[in-house]
């Protein structure tokens, strides 16, 4: 990519416009989870609660990100958390529509394999109980289903978040230069 290219992502990346559009972004993917396990009244699977841990670790860090986005180490590191986030997001919804789909054949029981000392399953039961075993996602729009809808949304995030990463190190370079790295 050009430096054009790079300083404009530069840009969005240091923004805390971005990282707000982030969490709000993981916020609209936790209220449609909700809404289909609420109102729609179908259980979530393990590796949907996994999911859902995923866009939850991501709105943390994007939170955090907020307060130390200036700081050009601490940006860089949002954004290689972002990248690993989009990691697990893509591995959990490729285990998904293997399921859905029968080219993956795996034990989807009722543990979400979490320690007891990350119990969030006890402690936030409405939002992280695993109800169900693996099977189907439901249907959004277009017949689309959900393991579809997250594992294309996965991949581009993925690729977004690469591409961040390397313009986040190359404003990294840039800050050694200035003598602004800390």
Request: proline share 2%.
């Amino acid at each position: 990519m050009n430096d054009g290219v790079m300083g404009k992502l530069s840009t969005i990346g240091n923004s805390a416009w971005y990282w707000v559009l982030l969490v709000l972004t993981g916020l609209c993917f936790e209220c449609v989870a909700l809404y289909y396990q609420y109102v729609v009244e179908l259980q979530p699977c393990v590796l949907c609660i996994q999911v859902r841990i995923w866009v939850m670790t991501l709105i943390l860090v994007s939170l955090l990100a907020i307060v130390v986005r200036r700081n050009a180490f601490m940006n860089l590191l949002a954004h290689m958390l972002t990248v690993v986030i989009a990691i697990g997001l893509l591995e959990r919804s490729y285990q998904l529509l293997g399921t859905e789909r029968g080219f993956i054949f795996s034990d989807c029981g009722l543990d979400l394999g979490l320690p007891s000392w990350f119990a969030l399953d006890n402690w936030f039961p409405a939002m992280f109980q695993v109800q169900t075993s693996c099977g189907y996602t439901p249907e959004l729009l277009f017949g689309v289903t959900m393991a579809e809808a997250l594992i294309v949304i996965s991949a581009v995030f993925l690729l977004w978040s690469a591409a961040m990463v390397v313009s986040a190190l190359l404003g990294l370079q840039s800050a050694q230069g200035a003598g602004r790295f800390f």
